[in-house]
């Protein structure tokens, strides 16, 4: 099982930025998908979940309206689109795969590091 991220980086408050996950190992299209952040010194926090079609996401309360999850099933990827960004997005973001009411199938990603600054 592999979930690569990709697109951090060092981007100005106002500025966006395109996340990816690229899965590998697991049948993709069964799994819901999520971005989490944690900031040092904090706890992982759900960023965004898109459910195993994407017809149904859900976001944390401080990147609504700001924030956009999506996936492609054919790529077996997920995309997390950051816009409006604010130097309180600093944070490494990781993905994870899961399957609802099945703990034991969840999976992390390494997490990419976002950093939003002047």
């Known amino acids: 099982v592999q979930l690569v991220e990709s697109g951090g980086g060092l981007v100005q408050p106002g500025g966006s930025l395109r996340l990816s996950c690229a899965a590998s190992?697991?049948?993709?299209?069964?799994?819901?998908m999520s971005w989490y952040h944690q900031a040092p010194g904090k706890e992982r926090g759900l960023v965004a979940r898109i459910n195993i079609n994407g017809g149904i996401t859900n976001y944390g309360d401080s990147v609504k309206g700001r924030f956009t999850i999506s996936r492609d099933n054919a790529k077996n990827t997920v995309y997390l689109q950051m816009n409006s960004l604010k130097p309180e997005d600093t944070a490494v973001y990781y993905c994870n795969a899961a399957v609802v009411g099945r703990p034991s199938f969840s999976y992390w990603g390494q997490g990419t590091q976002v950093t939003v600054s002047s």
């Open positions: 190992g697991f049948p993709f299209r069964s799994y819901d």
